[in-house]
């Protein structure tokens, strides 16, 4: 039994195809990379997966349940945890708060309470070394620590499938190293798929996962192997005609290495 | 009252109905046999079901609209229920009602008279008892952390599992409820009248925004402190200086504000940050 399973979904915006006909599969534990050029479509189809919007077409099946119309906010108690593209922790509250937060409305529901929550979240601020900033406003972060502080409070929903978005922008080559390692150590503990979506730092991809999907104006075109995938010549066409030098640049490294 | 950033505007249309409440209670159930000081309680159960009802409507437009577009949703709801009641000569029209005389007669004089004064100081400050009450209560319980969120960034919390409908229901009640509490205490039944003119105008709006500030925007206790210091002072300073009191009252708000910008509750919430007291202020 696959644990996420997309069928044919479809999200338009107007006129705009921003995710065309999309099928995907994935199973329970596994950690695969989304990447793909800006716009491709890669933030509406978690937001599809997350609820956030209703395809107009297609089904999202989790754990053999349809949820395509279910309500973001009953699709989390069933194991489905995300972060967003600009870190979003609830400024006013403690990273303790945040953290604890998940732990309340996540999977364990209404069988944890406010104080076992708030135990609960350390060890998860322990996993993403916020220790120094436990009892911080999460307002008062820097970026990076603001996307931990999301990443902390996705795990203490103790989810099925954790949906990274943007898991690496913006970030020096120190921090990728870091999150590459705090990803597998992730998957590995907490016995979680994951799906992070890293944009253009294709030299992390090889060392984060196994198998890649590569999107494509609203289309996922390549779906395989990473070694395969990124030496595939459609998705060098992709990456050469992108805007980024960068990401050229990253590329061709993976390409040679 | 600031709990999820959107109640503060609904707030005027509650203290409103409240008054309202109060006022038909009395007005109508004044001359039933045997009622005598029950119509009180008549008048606040009714300010209690007509906040309730406009709470469920404002938490209902809440749901579809952010931000400005809500503050300018209820300032439409309050503007448009006052001209609802002048037009349709609803609960006595642009005339409003006037009961002081109809409670002497079911209470008597000095009844009424204690009633006016002494309950209805006392039941405000058991309302505010109350509210801190519930404060603490939500502040340790789950619908604390879940109004944290939902006031932050409603998506985010959505996608938490937080049930963001629900709880927006639940501060809204919350709020309307105390806030027609108020209404019914200390603008109805210590008046003795109410004026659609008076209770639905804009300037009542923005005394409303003015005892938010002073207590603390986006705290819980904040607007409940703001309507005690706000209320009390100007009912008093009305006694004590009779006339002056606008004049007196205008420059000691300005220093309250300038001095404890993040309002009363909102000074001494970063007074106690990291200490045992902090989670009874949020
Ligand atoms: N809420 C929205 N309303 C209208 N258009 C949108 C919205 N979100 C995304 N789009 C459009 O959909 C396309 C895909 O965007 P997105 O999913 O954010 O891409 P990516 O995350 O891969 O950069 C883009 O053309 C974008 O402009
Ligand atoms: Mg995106």
């Known amino acids: 039994m696959s644990l996420l399973r997309l069928e044919n979904v479809t999200k338009r915006f107007g006129g705009l195809l921003a995710v065309n006909n999309v099928s995907l599969e994935l199973a329970s534990g596994e950690l695969i990379a989304i990447v793909g050029p800006n716009g491709a479509g890669k ?5 599809v997966i997350s609820g956030v919007f209703f395809p107009e077409e297609g089904k999202v099946i989790f754990e053999d349940r349809d949820i395509t119309r279910l309500p973001a906010y009953r699709r989390a108690p069933l194991g489905l945890g995300r972060t967003f593209q600009i870190p979003r922790p609830f400024g006013s509250a403690t990273v303790r708060e945040n953290v604890a937060i998940g732990a309340m409305f996540g999977t364990l529901g209404s069988r944890i309470n406010v104080d076992e929550s708030l135990e609960m979240a350390d060890r998860y601020i322990d996993l993403v070394g916020l220790q120094p900033h436990r009892e911080k406003l999460a307002g008062n972060l820097t970026p990076v620590e603001k996307k931990m502080v999301e990443i902390a409070r996705a795990l203490a929903m103790k989810p099925k499938l954790l949906l990274m978005d943007e898991a690496m922008a913006g970030m020096n080559p120190k921090d990728i190293d870091y999150m590459v390692d705090l990803l597998i150590r992730i998957k590995e503990k907490e016995k979680i798929a994951i799906v992070a979506m890293v944009e253009h730092i294709m030299r992390a991809v090889a060392g984060l996962a196994k198998r890649v999907v590569v999107m494509h104006q609203g289309a996922t075109f390549v779906d395989g192997p990473t070694a ?22 990253d590329l061709v490294t993976n390409q040679t290495s | 009252m600031g709990m999820t950033g959107y109640v503060d505007f609904g707030y005027v249309t509650f203290i409103a109905l409240g008054a309202y409440g109060m006022s038909l209670g009395i007005t109508y159930f004044y001359q039933v ?41 209820c300032i439409g709801i309050n503007e448009g229920l006052r001209h609802f009641i002048e037009g349709a000569k609803l609960w006595g029209g642009s005339e409003g009602l006037i009961f002081s005389g109809s409670l002497i007669q079911a209470v008597g004089r000095e009844t009424a008279n204690q009633l006016t004064t002494f309950w ?36 985010a919390a959505k996608v938490m599992g937080v049930n963001t409908t629900k709880y927006k229901t639940i501060a809204f009640l919350t709020s309307g409820l105390l806030g027609a509490s108020v209404g019914a205490v200390a603008w109805g039944l210590k008046l003795g009248y109410v004026f659609p003119g008076d209770v639905f105008v804009i300037h009542y709006t923005v005394e409303c925004i003015v005892v938010v500030l002073l207590g603390g925007a986006g705290t819980l206790l904040g607007p409940v402190v703001g309507g005690l210091i706000y209320g009390l002072s100007k009912y008093w300073l009305a006694i004590i200086w009779p006339g002056f009191q606008l004049l007196i009252f205008a420059p000691i708000i300005i220093i309250i504000i300038v001095l404890f910008p993040e309002g009363v509750v909102g000074m001494l919430k970063n007074r106690v940050r990291g200490t045992a007291l902090e989670r009874y202020l949020l």
Not at chain 2, 50 to 60: D, G, H, K, Q, T
Not at chain 2, 128 to 148: D, E, P, V, W
């Open chain 1, 43 to 47: 933030t509406t189809l978690f937001n």
């Open chain 1, 228 to 249: 395969d995938v990124l030496s595939d010549p459609r998705v060098i066409e992709v990456y050469l005609g992108g805007p980024s030098e960068k990401s050229k640049k």
């Open chain 2, 33 to 73: 046999e045997g009622l005598g000081i029950w119509i009180v309680f008549i008048g606040f159960l009714l300010a209690l079901l007509l906040a309730s009802l406009s709470a469920l409507l404002e938490a209902f437009i809440a749901l579809r609209l952010r931000g400005a577009y809500f503050a300018i949703a």
């Open chain 2, 120 to 155: 209805a100081d006392l039941a405000v400050f058991i309302i505010a008892a109350l509210a801190a009450f519930l404060n603490i209560h939500y502040m340790r319980s789950k619908i604390g952390y879940a109004l944290t969120a939902v006031k932050e960034d409603e998506d």
